[in-house]
């Protein structure tokens, strides 16, 4: 090897290739660490925010699980279900490039910490249920949510704190047009570089950006509520910290739809 130039950068790379700059996207590198969020910071794994004297929401979905204990053709569904448990809090000025609803400033991403295996829209999906909360801070106030009824210890987050760290992403070739992905190819190749592997697509917990197509080919994610193709929200990755393990130990990654962010989340498990 004689090529010691470093790896450009994604807006390098997106100047150098014609058609590349429109598909860089900015992101939030989350960096999470082992430790107890601040109070209403951005955080994983709680302590949770919640509007005073509202419901705290729980999951009533019929889990996979419950088949050794409920038959399904029993008329029974579970009268007040799991509570969901706090996985991310979000403010805005950490990640200031997400579509926030007007009005909003905190997100907080909660999920049913059990295995779904028949989430409305999601044929191919098994993991947790996930769902977004976009509030307006002024409103909200410390909240100790109820234990969930059943959880499965590797979708319990262990709380972080985050380095919020802000970046340009560019996508796998998969989620690129494919004479603009041969020309990327072309340009690795002049370059002595490895695309997906140096270009800079972030690996980690991150907001924005784009997804990794590492498992699987690139899998369209379309809203089930109006059919628009979806957006990447966040990339959840199992590893120590929050201590999760999400598919066979990949990456969960959150959609969301781009007409309206109230729309159902889609979901995509990678390894
Ligand atoms: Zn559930
Ligand atoms: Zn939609």
Redesign the pocket.
Known sequence: MTHTAPAPSPAELAAAVPGLAEYLRPATLLNPYAAQPVPGASGIGGPALWPVGAPWPHCTARHPEDEYLIPRSAPVTPAVGTALVPVLLIRAEDAPHLPWPDGTDLLQVLWCPNDHDDIQGERYYYGPAVRLHWQRAAELAPATPPPPARSAAEYLPQPCALRPEQLLDLPDRDDLPGELARAVAEFAERRGIEYERDHGRADGWKLGGWPSWHCTDLVPID?A??G?RMTHLLTAESGDDPDLSLGRHGELHVFV?P??PA?PVGLDIQG
Request: with cysteine; net charge neutral.
């Open positions: 809203c509520r109006c628009a739809c007409v309206d729309h």
